[in-house]
């Protein structure tokens, strides 16, 4: 799709126009303006319901829904009419109309056809002659594009996504956009002493791998951290999960997918900061070798942990994660993220993610980032009070406390052992937002939540003098 600005709208392409209520045309009572509210005026002019206050973020679901919904049917030229719009207004429609042609039909032999408009066809942004809205198009289109490349990946299941099949995305994203990638492969693993990761990786025939991408741009005064669970399929092990939505479990490398993303994202777009993404990778699968409940497993960190639950396995591998970004890199901030608890679930539902750290500046800073872009947190408490629940007497932590309550909470409190102690640590709890049922999709799909999130939070950090 090509997306540009005009000045200047015509007869000869579709035009639409969105208002809010109250301000909706006085000659055209049917047309209330409510939010998702479509009329078309004349076979060259649709009108869109906006609602009352709508929020910018808002733009971007009302958008794809939108586009969604006549994905087959949209002309291949078409008019957005945002004059007296802000430029993040603008940024917001182009990344929900993007979106709005994602096409999850990865592996249909007679896929249904999409309209040419989302493939070959001119979107054009009427404004009024000067605005500033070139920066904006171009940043809605280049995160929607990530947004979707990330999408794939989370959508795509088991047996066409490895832990190698990670790593070789990584590979080519940093070559095509100038960062550096490393991967270290299970010899490496074991000469580091990678023993949770490889723990994890027992049972299953794909190779672990730890994906190091590290995006340095000429000028910098931070260093963040990113680690991502990239467990590419997740039987639960011998604490093997029931059969009614395992299949889902395809989805359990958010955290990765997140990070991949706003790596890549952050290198096209240059942003000021250096990134470092860590992301261990493996399968979580059950054979004669795999991991049993009880084992005392080693860590990088030299920590040992007691195994209650195989089916706890993402806080192992982040065990690792977190402990090797924190040594080898010494980040300013470190940030995690993971499809990790189904207790984030019970607790937030599908509408945030959960935000655990004890640093009140950075959770500040990762709330706000949220609030502006409708990829919402909450923060929930990491009280020492917890930590008794992973005391282990064999062991010096253990991964489960085996009980029905604070399982988010504990979670975290097992990850902030292998901090070191880091001032600014943050942990995401993508559970709920990063797959789930959508109107986008007729099953449970991938968002790529937390791309919007992390860029938002990494162009807006302050400049260290």
Do not use: C
């Not at 797959?435 to 790529?448: L, S, V």
Request: aromatic share 8%; hydrophobic share 40%.
């Amino acid at each position: 799709m090509q997306i540009e600005q005009t000045f200047h709208a015509t007869d000869e392409v579709l035009i639409i126009k969105t208002f809010e209520q109250g301000s909706e045309p006085e000659n055209q009572s049917m047309f209330k303006a409510e939010k998702g509210e479509m009329w078309w005026f004349s076979s060259r002019q649709l009108w869109v319901g906006l609602g009352k206050e709508p929020k910018v973020p808002a733009m971007i679901k009302l958008f794809r829904s939108l586009f969604f919904k006549r994905k087959d049917r949209w002309p291949d030229q078409i008019t957005l009419d945002a004059r007296g719009k802000s430029p993040e207004w603008v940024e917001n429609a182009v990344n929900g109309i993007m979106l709005g042609g994602y096409n999850l039909q990865l592996y249909k032999s007679e896929p249904k056809p999409l309209s040419s408009f989302f493939e070959s066809g001119t979107l054009r942004i009427l404004t009024e002659e000067g605005a500033a809205v070139g920066p904006a198009i171009a940043l809605g289109q280049k995160t929607a594009v990530v947004q979707m490349r990330i999408m794939d990946l989370m959508n795509a299941p088991g047996n066409y996504k490895t832990p190698e099949t990670l790593a070789e995305w990584a590979k080519k994203s940093g070559s095509e956009n100038g960062y550096q990638v490393t991967v270290l492969d299970k010899s490496k693993l074991e000469k580091l002493g990678m023993h949770a990761l490889l723990a994890v990786s027992k049972g299953s025939e794909a190779p672990p791998v730890m994906i190091i991408s590290e995006y340095t741009p000429e000028n910098y005064t931070q260093t963040v951290a990113l680690v991502g669970k990239g467990v590419t399929f997740d039987t639960g092990g011998i604490s093997i999960k029931s059969s009614a939505n395992m299949h889902l479990m395809k989805s359990d490398m958010g955290g990765a997918g997140a990070v991949l993303g706003i790596v890549e994202l952050a290198a096209q777009l240059k942003l000021p900061v250096r990134i470092i993404g860590v992301i261990p990778s493996t399968e979580n699968s059950v054979d004669g070798a795999a991991m049993k409940p009880g084992d005392v497993i080693g860590s990088y960190s030299g920590k040992t942990i007691e195994v209650i639950d195989t089916d706890a396995e993402g806080r192992l591998i982040l065990a690792d994660g977190l402990s090797y970004a924190v040594r080898n890199f010494n980040p300013d901030i470190i940030i995690d993220l993971a499809t990790l608890t189904g207790s984030v679930i019970q607790t937030l539902g599908y509408e945030a993610a959960g935000l655990f750290t004890p640093n009140d500046q950075l959770a500040a800073d990762i709330a706000r980032s949220g609030d502006a872009t409708g990829e919402r947190v909450w923060r929930l408490p990491v009280w020492d009070e917890y930590k008794e629940e992973i005391n282990s007497d064999i062991a010096d932590v253990k991964n489960y406390h085996g009980k029905p309550l604070a399982g988010a909470i504990v979670a975290a409190k097992f990850l902030e052992v292998f901090t070191d102690s880091h001032q600014a640590w943050a942990h995401l709890d993508i559970a709920g937002t990063a797959f789930g049922d959508t109107e986008f999709a007729p099953g449970r799909a991938g968002t790529a939540y937390g791309i919007r999130l992390l860029r938002q939070f990494l162009s807006t950090l302050p400049i260290r003098e």
